[in-house]
């Protein structure tokens, strides 16, 4: 009887787990968008963009083409969300992020359609560059802290 009892209490988890209702995984990355301020949850759509590019350029060498479609498709959505947290009246550099994404969006459109990975490369590098000033000025902020990223605020990236 006792068996049957955990049998079934094994189930349950193993479903539960395969829903991700208690894989600590998801919690653990729940949790961290829950309580990140603006600009980590920036960083980490970066890290997303950026992860997809390099598993769509190992998709194209593995000639696995609708993958890397998949990929690319996941990172241009990634781009769109940065296009949608920016607050175009705060200034020239919003301005200029728009600009700069819907240029990326561009590039990923065209190796979406040649499969050639010039494109991915070329917005991986911008990806990168941009990732690292998020980093710096999402560490001076602690979580939660979204003051400095305030539509009515510019956000000091001179250092």
């Known amino acids: 009887m006792e068996n049957k009892r955990f049998s079934a209490y094994f189930s349950e988890c193993i479903i539960m787990i395969k829903q991700n209702k208690t894989n600590p995984y998801e919690k653990y990355k ?51 969300e940065l296009i949608l947290s920016l607050h175009l009246e705060a200034g020239p550099i919003a301005k200029k992020l728009y600009n700069l994404y819907l240029y990326m969006n561009q590039r990923l459109m065209e190796e979406n359609m040649y499969k050639k990975k010039d494109p991915i490369d070329e917005v991986l590098k911008l990806l990168i560059d941009l990732k690292e000033v998020w980093d710096q000025i999402a560490s001076q902020y602690g979580p939660g802290d979204d003051k400095a990223f305030n539509k009515n605020q510019s956000i000091n990236i001179s250092s």
């Open 30 to 80: 729940e949790t961290q968008i829950k309580t990140a301020n603006q600009g980590k949850l920036i960083v980490m759509l970066y890290d997303g963009a950026i992860k997809f590019l390099n598993q769509s350029k190992e998709s194209i060498d593995a000639n696995k083409i609708e993958e890397a479609h998949n990929k690319i498709t996941r990172t241009q959505d990634i781009i769109m």
